[in-house]
Nanobody, 116 residues
Framework: VQLQASGGGGLVQAGGSLRLSCAAS????????MGWYRQVLRKQYDSIAS???????LYADSVKGRFTISRDNAKNTVFLQMNSLKPEDTAVYYC??????????WGQGTQVTVSS
């Protein structure tokens, strides 16, 4: 499985919005869940949102009500709509895909910076 993140990252003022996209290719039929992690200042990776093939979603408390994860199965793409961004959302964001085998694949990181 290959994950290609595109667009969406960059610099935004607090209260603004960004949308991240991530397209999966390869053995996509074995993907059970896709999601987004973020890493702040090279510290731990935190799971912030995920979505299953039947559109069941999970969110970290820190982003609940502000971020929305969705997927376009026809395009094998997952999206993360980020609204009401805060400076503490500043991080490198990573797209992930978990397979039936339990293995998780990671896309390249996308920097999101929120200025106060």
């Amino acid at each position: 499985v290959q994950l290609q993140a595109s667009g969406g990252g960059g610099l935004v003022q607090a209260g603004g919005s960004l949308r991240l996209s991530c397209a999966a290719s390869g053995s996509i039929g074995s993907i059970t869940r896709m999601g987004w992690y973020r890493q702040v200042l090279r510290k731990q990776y935190d799971s912030i949102a995920s979505i299953t093939t039947n559109n069941s979603t999970l969110y970290a408390d820190s982003v609940k009500g502000r971020f929305t994860i969705s997927r376009d199965n026809a395009k094998n793409t997952v999206f993360l709509q980020m609204n009401s961004l805060k400076p503490e959302d500043t991080a490198v964001y990573y797209c992930t895909a978990r397979l039936l085998t339990g293995r998780t694949y990671w896309g390249q990181g996308t920097q999101v910076t929120v200025s106060s």
